[in-house]
C-alpha cells in the first residue's frame, strides 16, 4: 500500500558529504512526521533526526550541526544531508514516515535501509 524508496547511500571519506532521500508512494491521506534512523550491527537503533509536516526538525545529539533533515510535502520526500561526516557515522540509514490512511489510521512505515559508510 505505502512504499518508502531510498536512494543516495555511499562510501565517503571521513568529512566527506553524502545527501540522503526517501520518497512515499502509494494510497494515503497524509504524511505526518518523517524521519532518518540508523543502525549498526549489535547496536541499538537510534534516532538521527526527524520533521513535522510543518517542517520542524529535532536532531540526535552525534549529529547536529553536521547533518540537515528536508522534506517536499508535494513529492513526499524527506531527505537528510550529512556533512562532516565520521567514521562513527557509518551504519545502515532508515527513512520512515507517519502516514495517515484515508479511513484515518495512522502506520510507521520504514524504508528498506541504505548503507552509509565514512571511512578513508
Known amino acids: 500500500q505505502v512504499q518508502l524508496v531510498e536512494s543516495g547511500g555511499g562510501l565517503v571519506q571521513p568529512g566527506g558529504s553524502l545527501r540522503l532521500s526517501c520518497a512515499a508512494s502509494g494510497s494515503f491521506l497524509r504524511i505526518n512526521a518523517m524521519g532518518w534512523y540508523r543502525q549498526v550491527l549489535g547496536k541499538e537503533r537510534e534516532l538521527v533526526a526527524s520533521?513535522?509536516?510543518?517542517?520542524?526538525?529535532t536532531y540526535g545529539d552525534s549529529v547536529k550541526g553536521r547533518f540537515t533533515i528536508s522534506r517536499d510535502n508535494a513529492k513526499n520526500t524527506v531527505y537528510l544531508q550529512m556533512t562532516s561526516l565520521k567514521p562513527e557515522d557509518t551504519a545502515v540509514y532508515y527513512c520512515?514516515?507517519?502516514?495517515?490512511?484515508?479511513?484515518?489510521?495512522?502506520?510507521?512505515?520504514w524504508g528498506q535501509g541504505t548503507q552509509v559508510t565514512a571511512s578513508s
Open positions: 520512515n514516515a507517519d502516514v495517515v490512511s484515508r479511513t484515518f489510521s495512522v502506520r510507521r512505515y
Open positions: 520533521i513535522t509536516s510543518g517542517g520542524s526538525a
